[in-house]
């Protein structure tokens, strides 16, 4: 049009902008804007609606409230353009103070107005700000409007006021997919599982056609329980209606079949077309991780950087995370790498990932340095340092990260209780314990299940039975966990009888034991002998409640053989286990062989170990223990040689006893304690004691004839 040397008139501009906006062309529309003016041309309220929103929409936010000011007509079209600028630039301030602008004019505010508002309500948790806007679209008489209906619904779902959107709901004199798809949201956010299936029914049967949105909803409440019936179903009326499979509901396709464990079948999903979105990669390798399959999940990160699509933080934590998975350093490193070359933001998401990667392979110092260099740091990030301590056999670093939280002005949750009493439970310290206790009373979070639960635990492992039944007691509510955390307290200490009468109040009370439930009565049967029990509860577990067996709870029924001397039937449960036994089933039966003096399972077993944890001093010394036994010296010999090979040093053993609540910590010939002189004169003093009393020791590894050397 400019190349023939028409000049553009007032007209031209109007549809120009929108091209503009259409295209999400901001230079070629900030171009127009300066030839508008320089043409000496007005901006009407349509050229200005269009600008407006071609500026918030690419974030130039201050660019569009410059010409909405310029404006001296304004519909409530360029009002809501301006609100709508506002509100997805997150200046939930500047969106209120703006409507209130508007509410003084003569314009008057639509449906898409108080919509606007709404959303923001419900995005910021703005409740009393939702309540007011409800108020105010009744007086206007547009609360049965349907967009401003479905709004509200969606506010109040998310504001955790589902029974306000339920009952606005009922009164609403005609619902649009919109509405269901909104209901069916506000359950499944809302922990209502069962009541989603059903109104998911209820739209069908009241004539509804389900989208992708609906089913996209409703899937996450399949994972969530886990309910792969439920999901078939669920992908077959898909397939059989011929809903579009998006990528949002091909992403909810393939976490609902993992989290139901069939891999097979969300591989199969994943792998149908081209890989072009970051989010089903990210579901894909976090499912992949749940799963197990970390070198998969790491594969799938490759293939995403090879189609050049650049990953969120959710993609690189999930693969952080499988990085932990093998204690795969290298490769951690490397993505630590990428995350830094890459410019990526380290987020509280991604420095958590990252610091719990380096903890998991050994590295709690690099852990500890990436934690201080976060600029902000929520409760997780602090909840997660507590447990790389605690899992480091760093407790006292523990509990000090958990004072720091209250000075830094995070506030705590149920996680940060949990944690830190974890980290009692490793001292053990029963006074850090009580004070934690004590901080549970005055915060009031013993009306958290989860906190209490997680108390009854530290008293247990603390000696204190008595202390972990009153909290039990004297819980207002129990669910499984508390349930389970009794259970395992009275197994610990050997109460089989009281555990397993516990076990059958639970059921009593119609509470479903879970996985958690059976490993403790396993636990508990294996702590007082009981083979018979154990083999009974193994089946009521599979058979009656068809639960299938995980890796703990064949390293109990391992355990249970093993220590009775079923050395045969210990090793039948190995070769029958439908999944590659771990190190920690391998070195359950090493551990028996050892009692039972079995040399050629132990090697067996010591053969497996080797491959699977070879940096692990233990499984050494106890094989070459074993063969010192038997008196194969030639055996003991080839371990420790294969030991100096592979560079294994043997971790010293470390003890702690707790006295006027102060910890002592003590290695073997460790001379450090300022009161060693007197503790090792009083050991003496036992010894001659004990030796008068016809005490002979037993060397803990019988000597070479010929005097070995090591």
């Not at 371990?639 to 002592?664: C, F, H």
Request: aromatic share 10%.
């Amino acid at each position: 049009m400019l190349g023939y040397g028409v000049n553009p008139d007032m007209y031209t501009f109007p549809s120009l902008i929108k091209a503009c906006g259409g295209l999400n062309n901001l230079k070629f529309g900030k171009m127009v804007y300066c030839m508008i003016y320089e043409m000496g041309f007005e901006i009407d309220v349509f050229v200005g609606s269009a600008l407006v929103k071609l500026y918030a929409d690419n974030g130039w936010i201050d660019d569009a409230r410059c010409v909405f000011d310029r404006l001296s007509q304004r519909d409530c079209v360029l009002w809501n353009a301006m609100l709508n600028g506002y509100a997805k630039c997150g200046e939930v301030d500047c969106v209120t103070s703006l409507f209130r602008e508007m509410r003084n004019t003569e314009t008057k505010a639509n449906s898409v107005t108080y919509a606007c508002l709404l959303s923001v309500s419900a995005a910021e948790g703005m409740m009393t700000l939702g309540v007011q806007i409800h108020g105010i679209a009744i007086r206007c008489g547009l609360e049965l409007d349907s967009l401003v209906s479905n709004s509200l619904m969606a506010m109040y779902s998310k504001c955790g006021m589902f029974s306000s959107a339920r009952r606005l709901f009922g009164f609403m004199p005609r619902t649009d997919l919109v509405s269901w798809n909104g209901m069916i949201v506000g359950y499944v956010q809302n922990g209502f599982m069962k009541e989603a299936s059903e109104c998911l029914y209820e739209a069908i049967l009241a004539g509804v056609k389900p989208d992708s949105i609906t089913f996209s909803s409703f899937l996450p409440s399949v994972s969530e329980s886990a309910d792969l019936k439920r999901g078939k179903e669920i992908h077959g009326y898909i397939i059989r209606n011929s809903v579009c499979l998006d990528l949002f509901l091909k992403s909810a396709l393939i976490d609902a079949y993992f989290k139901c464990r069939e891999v097979e079948m969300a591989l199969n999903i994943f792998s149908r077309g081209v890989i072009t979105d970051v989010g089903m990669c990210t579901v894909t390798i976090s499912g992949l991780v749940l799963n197990g399959l970390t070198d998969d999940a790491l594969e799938v990160f490759r293939q995403l950087l090879q189609n050049k699509i650049i990953p969120n933080e959710l993609s690189i934590s999930s693969t952080l995370t499988a990085c932990s998975g093998f204690a795969a350093l290298k490769l951690g490193k490397e993505l630590h790498g990428y995350v830094l070359k890459n410019g990526v933001d380290i987020t509280c998401h991604v420095g958590t990932a990252i610091t719990g990667m380096y903890t998991k392979c050994g590295r709690v110092d690099l852990a500890q340095q990436i934690f201080k260099t976060m600029s902000n740091r929520d409760v997780v990030c602090w909840n997660a340092m507590i447990t790389s301590y605690a899992q480091s056999s760093k407790p006292h670093e523990a509990i000090d990260i958990f004072r720091q939280i209250g000075i830094n002005g995070v506030k705590y949750d149920s996680v940060s209780i949990s944690a830190a009493l974890s980290a009692c439970t490793n001292i053990p310290a029963l006074h850090y314990g009580k004070e934690i206790h004590g901080f549970v009373v005055k915060r009031d979070f013993n009306f958290d299940i989860f906190a209490e639960s997680a108390l009854i635990d530290m008293y247990a492992k603390c000696g204190n039975l008595d202390h972990a039944h009153r909290v039990f007691d004297t819980m207002p509510l129990k669910n499984e966990v508390a349930w389970n955390s009794i259970i395992s307290a009275y197994g610990m200490h050997g109460h089989l009888k009281k555990s397993l009468s516990l076990f059958h109040e639970m059921l009593e009370k119609r509470f479903c034991p879970d996985h958690v439930t059976f490993l403790c009565i396993l636990s508990a049967c294996v702590h007082a002998g009981h083979v018979r029990d154990g083999i009974h509860y193994f089946r009521l577990m599979t058979e009656e409640y068809g639960i299938e067996p995980q890796m703990e709870h064949y390293a109990c029924m391992v355990d249970l053989f093993g220590r009775a001397g079923h050395m045969a039937q210990a090793y039948e449960t190995i070769k029958s286990m439908p999944f590659s036994p771990d190190a920690g089933v391998w070195g359950t039966l090493l551990g028996a062989c050892r009692v039972h003096g079995h040399v050629e399972l132990a090697e067996l077993a010591g053969r497996q170990l080797f491959e699977l944890d070879p940096q692990n001093s233990g499984y050494y010394v106890l094989l070459s223990n074993i063969l010192a036994d038997a008196g194969q010296w030639a055996g003991v010999l080839r371990v420790r040689k294969l030991m100096k090979e592979k560079g294994v040093q043997k971790a010293p053993g470390y003890s702690w006893i707790d006295v006027n609540n102060i910890t002592s910590m003590f290695v073997a010939s460790d001379e450090s304690h300022p009161k060693s002189v007197q503790i090792y004169s009083v050991l003496n003093n036992l010894l001659l004691e004990l030796r008068r009393e016809g005490y002979v020791p037993k060397l803990y590894l019988p000597m070479h004839p010929h005097t070995m050397v090591v």
